[in-house]
């Protein structure tokens, strides 16, 4: 489906060829609001999409994989509080797949496509690439299409699942996040391949569903996120009857029997593992292939980001015509961060079209995406959970800080021992001890990740401490924590 929806300002040269302000290509999370805020800057845009518009987050990532945490964790919660503890039943595995799939609209993008026609973005459905200098082929359903912008081309293509090179695994059938997240099905054994932050999140979701569950941790579970926070997700893990297995790598992966037969992955060092489905969460790689940026004598590695400055401007392009957003540009590949380094984009490509922006950005400006540099929120959506923003004590110190640690006990807060019956959890707080600043925070435990904004604010905001005790967190929520973090 091709939207018609004008902006005004677009001219067509005939069915092949339309110019626009700008054309992005990609059409998920970042790509529409490189959209929106580009047209809401007086532009007419063209968004390129190959798939769902929408992307990622919408269809197979985050909320897919939310809505499968989700019912076994309200249940959880019910078991922790005593009155209510017995009335709690066992989960009903086709409703949450069934609960799942209406958050995806059953993978149908009509609704965001409704959301861009009324918002001004032409939808330019097929595969995008570019041929030269502001030109953007697009091979659709009804051939090809040749779009040229007067301002900018925005890539937001997005990222695709890494698959390790491992001896067996791409003739083997498996699952990357895709389709576990779209899974219609609980498969009795699923083994995990990747211990980050989508491996984690899934082993415990199938698990709590119904399925007997392999975690296998190259290091350790979640070793992006400081230690203590992946031991506590890695010991719940454990409790829920997952196989965690730490320093496992991979040898092999077959299917003997074909893709309808189990699946046995061999680990290195001996020790097999023989399941159903077998899930690859290890990370993803920037999709910057078959994006025609040869053309504009760009020459990247497979799977190497486009490299862009805070105005999302790629810098190795003359002109200043060609920018990115989003996972594609490896910088913070996660939703929020995505929209939020769209807007910058939008802003600046609408100001400079205006010519009321040079070449530099000012940090913390509307056009620029500082935050991506030290206060980045993260969700690790199991149970317990783990919300994290900023920099860990390492990254602070690497960085030239003079670091002060304070720790609580989450579980000792009134708002937390009603929330659950005998709640365990902790926040950390990492400290510029100079400027007596909040550099980072990290919460773990049930139902954590509403308390990460104050944090994000605080890190932001760069609020000192002795103003922060001045912000009164009400009584018995959570929240109190920061009274006892802040009494140091
Ligand atoms: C299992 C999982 C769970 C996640 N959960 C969370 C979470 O809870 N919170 C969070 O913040 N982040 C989460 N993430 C990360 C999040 O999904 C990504 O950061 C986000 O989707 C990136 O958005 P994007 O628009 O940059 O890319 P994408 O969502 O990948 O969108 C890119 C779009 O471009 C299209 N496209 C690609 N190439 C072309 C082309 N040549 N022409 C036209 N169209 C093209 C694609 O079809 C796609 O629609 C999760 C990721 C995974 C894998
Ligand atoms: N709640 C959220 O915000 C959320 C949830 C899921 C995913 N995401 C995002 O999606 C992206 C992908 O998630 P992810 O968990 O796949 O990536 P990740 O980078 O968080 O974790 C990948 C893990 O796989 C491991 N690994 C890599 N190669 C391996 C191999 N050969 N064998 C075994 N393990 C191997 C890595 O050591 C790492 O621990 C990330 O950017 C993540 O932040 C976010």
Redesign the pocket.
Known sequence: MESTGSTGNTESTGNSESTYDVVVIGGGSTGENVADHAHRGGLSVAMVESHLVGGECSYY??MP??ALLRPAQALEAARRVAGAAGAVGEVDATAVLERRTSFTHGWDDSSQVRWADGAGIDVVRGRGRLDGERRVVVAGPDGERVLTARHAVVVATG?A??V???DGLASARFWT?REATSATAVPRRLVV??????????AQAFARLGSTVTL????R????LPAGAGHAVAEALLRDGIDVRTG???ASVDRAAGPDGEVTVRLEGGGEVVADEVLV????RPRTGDLGLATIGLELDDGAPLEVDDSGRVGAVAGGWLYAAG?VTGRA???HQGKYAARAVGVAVAARAAGTLGDDVEPWSAAAATADHRAVP????TDPGVAHVGLDADAAREAGFTVRMVEEDLGAVAGASLHADGYAGWARLVVDAERDVVLGATFVGQDVAELLHAATIAVVGEVPLSRLRHAVPAYPTMSEIWLRLLDH
């Open positions: 990532a985050c994989s939310k990222s699942p890494a390790p090179p491992v996040t391949i990747g211990a980050g932050v989508a491996g984690t999140e899934l296998l941790a190259r290091s579970v979640l070793s992006a496992a790598a991979v969460a290890a990370g993803r996972d590949p996660l939703t993260q969700v690790v959506f």
